[in-house]
Every structure is written in structure tokens, then in C-alpha cells.
């Protein structure tokens, strides 16, 4: 049998990891410094969530032990790459782009852990409720992201930093949580023949 290679887990769970605390980081700093230039916000948002977007391809395509972090990352890792993009290269109303773009993905993303943490539960990992809790939390923050019931600049701005913490801790946690790599592990195609090997000749027939 073929063993399958580890190194895009390691690359994905790591990125994973990294881009997470890039994200509470920047949104410390989003709330401690109120004169933060627009350009700086710019480019530093849409490389997140462009070098976000690439990780979650990286560990879509990866083959972790519980299959759970990056079920939902293709279309996901897509959509932050193509956002990325277009706030890089927007040069007028950044904020307001920022707040929607990044809402949307901090919204869709907690609703995409939601479920991560029932399958989570399935599986018997203990921390699901974490995820649960915290993916409510992230969710509930992208959505206050996106309608901003309060146009203040100061309040936008706490928006702003609450859904970039909170999206880094659920991500943090869930990576660290339901992401397994073991050694010497088997490809799927070719786990699925020796189970099927393993039966008796009238259940392959069905």
C-alpha cells in the first residue's frame, strides 16, 4: 500500500495556526491603533485573506485523520482568495468593503463550524462544545460586521476587531482540536480496496 504524504497536513495545519494568531494579532492592533492608515489596512487584510484562502486549499486537499477542519475549504479557499483580490485593488470606501468582505467570511465560516462541531461530536471528540460555542460567537460577530447597526467610526472599528479575534480563536481551536496527522498513513482509494478485499465475495457483489 501507498503511504500518503504528511506534508500538506504539516503545511495546512501550521498555516492554519499561524494565520490565526495573525488574525487576533491584527485585531489587537485594529483596536489599539485608531489612526491606522487605510493602505496599510488594505494591503495587510487582503494578503490575510488571500494566504488564508491558499491554506484552506492546501488542507482541503490534504488528508487528515478526522477530515473535519477542511471539509468545507475548497469553495471557501476560493471565495477568501477572489475577496483578497478585489481589497487589494480597491482603492476607495476600504472600510466599508472590509467590513463586508471579512463579515461574510467570519459569518459563513462560523456557520460552516457549527456544523464541524456536531460531526465533531459524532466522532467523540470531547471539545465539540468549544467549537460550537466559539463558532456561535464568530458567527454572531461577522453577522454584526456586515450590518454595522451603528455607522460611528469608533464602533465599527470594535466591530471590526471583536470578528477578527473571534474568527482567529475558532480557527485556532478547531485546528488544534480535530486536526489528527499520523504517520504511515494509507491513501483512501486504496483503504477502500482492501475493505471491500475483506468481504465476503457475495456482499462486493452489492
Request: glycine content about 8%.
Amino acid at each position: 500500500m501507498k503511504n500518503v504524504s504528511v506534508v500538506p497536513m504539516h503545511i495546512a495545519k501550521n498555516g492554519y495556526i499561524a494565520l490565526s494568531v495573525i488574525f487576533i494579532a491584527f485585531g489587537v492592533i485594529f483596536a489599539a491603533w485608531k489612526e491606522l492608515p487605510e493602505q496599510v489596512i488594505r494591503f495587510a487584510g487582503g494578503s490575510a485573506l488571500v494566504l488564508f484562502g491558499a491554506v484552506k486549499l492546501v488542507g482541503y486537499f490534504s488528508r487528515d485523520l478526522y477530515r473535519l477542519a477542511f471539509q468545507y475549504d475548497l469553495q471557501f479557499g476560493i471565495l477568501l482568495v477572489v475577496l483578497g483580490a478585489v481589497v487589494m485593488i480597491k482603492t476607495t470606501n476600504i472600510i466599508t468593503l472590509m467590513c463586508i468582505a471579512l463579515g461574510i467570511v467570519i459569518l459563513l465560516d462560523g456557520l460552516f463550524r457549527i456544523r464541524i462541531a456536531m460531526d465533531a461530536k459524532h466522532f467523540g471528540i470531547g471539545l465539540w462544545w468549544g467549537i460550537f460555542g466559539l463558532a456561535v460567537i464568530a458567527a454572531a460577530s461577522g453577522l454584526l460586521l456586515v450590518f454595522r447597526p451603528l455607522e460611528i467610526s469608533e464602533a465599527i472599528r470594535v466591530y471590526f476587531s471583536i470578528a477578527l479575534v473571534a474568527s482567529g480563536v475558532l480557527n485556532l481551536f478547531v485546528v488544534l482540536t480535530t486536526v489528527k496527522i499520523i504517520r504511515n498513513q494509507k491513501s483512501d482509494d486504496l483503504d477502500r480496496e482492501s475493505f471491500f478485499e475483506e468481504l465476503p465475495e457475495e456482499q462486493q457483489e452489492n
